[in-house]
């Protein structure tokens, strides 16, 4: 059974201080790894990986995969009140990719 | 630009009552749709997923049901309502074929059985 592994669960840092969220997984023949923000309602996309060792990058976030070691991290950099949410990871596997699974995602919270 | 509705936002249903959950996906053709369940400290779980009209893959044996009478309109439903059935219900969809597209989701339905 395919499996999406996130820590810590939860997770509470000062407005400014840089985070690092966590994502492994075992699952068979991995396609791509993605990373969500949901705040209240609809969790919205952050960044599709699939290849080891690329950095991808959108403002203060940022996010690597290592597909030897099956993991990935999430990095917020400055953090800010508005990037109080919980952060989903999943995980694109099997032969059809039809389907995603998800990890039971971190949640942030930032404080002023 | 694509977008996907999805209603009523909130519900609060007795045990034992009927369930009737609707997605609509406006601007694209053919999308891949998903239902997905929400409880607290479990992540999201993948109900049923549909690759076109009338076809219904469930992932999780329940009392739950889906439909997809429209290309672009998926429906969640259920005859009797059990407690462990509350949760915060997501309607999602994708480009059909595109494996490693991601998912798009509505702002989701909170259901709560009393």
């Known amino acids: 059974e395919d499996k999406v592994v996130q820590s810590p669960l939860s997770l509470v840092v000062h407005e400014g201080d840089t985070v690092t969220l966590n994502c492994s997984y075992e699952?068979?023949?991995?396609?791509?790894l993605l990373w969500y923000k949901q705040e209240k309602k609809a969790p919205t996309f952050l960044f599709m990986l699939?290849?080891?060792?690329i950095e991808k990058k959108s403002g203060r976030l940022s996010s690597i995969l290592d597909k030897k070691e099956l993991f990935s991290i999430l990095n917020i950099t400055a953090t800010q009140t508005g990037d109080s949410a919980i952060y989903l990871c999943?995980?694109?596997?099997?032969?059809?990719?039809?389907?995603?699974?998800f990890g039971k995602g971190t949640k942030l919270s930032v404080i002023p | 630009s694509q977008t996907i509705h999805q209603w009523p936002a909130t519900l609060v249903q007795p045990v034992g009552s009927p369930l009737s959950l609707e997605c609509t996906v406006e601007?694209?053709?053919?999308?891949?749709l998903y239902w997905y369940r929400q409880a607290a400290g479990r992540g999201l779980q993948l109900l049923f997923y549909?690759?076109?009209?009338?076809?219904i893959s469930s992932e999780v044996p329940q009392n739950l049901s889906a439909s997809r009478p429209q290309d672009r309109q998926f429906i969640l439903s259920s005859k009797k309502l059990l407690l462990s059935d509350s949760g915060f219900y997501l309607c999602?969809?994708?480009?059909?074929?595109?494996?490693?597209?991601?998912?798009?989701f509505g702002n989701g339905t909170r259901l709560t059985v009393t």
């Open positions: 549909s690759v076109g009209i009338g076809q």
């Open positions: 999943a995980v694109y596997s099997g032969a059809g990719s039809y389907q995603l699974t």
């Open positions: 999602a969809w994708k480009r059909l074929r595109e494996y490693n597209s991601p998912l798009h």
């Open positions: 699939t290849s080891s060792g």
């Open positions: 601007g694209t053709s053919n999308p891949n």
């Open positions: 699952v068979t023949n991995f396609r791509s």
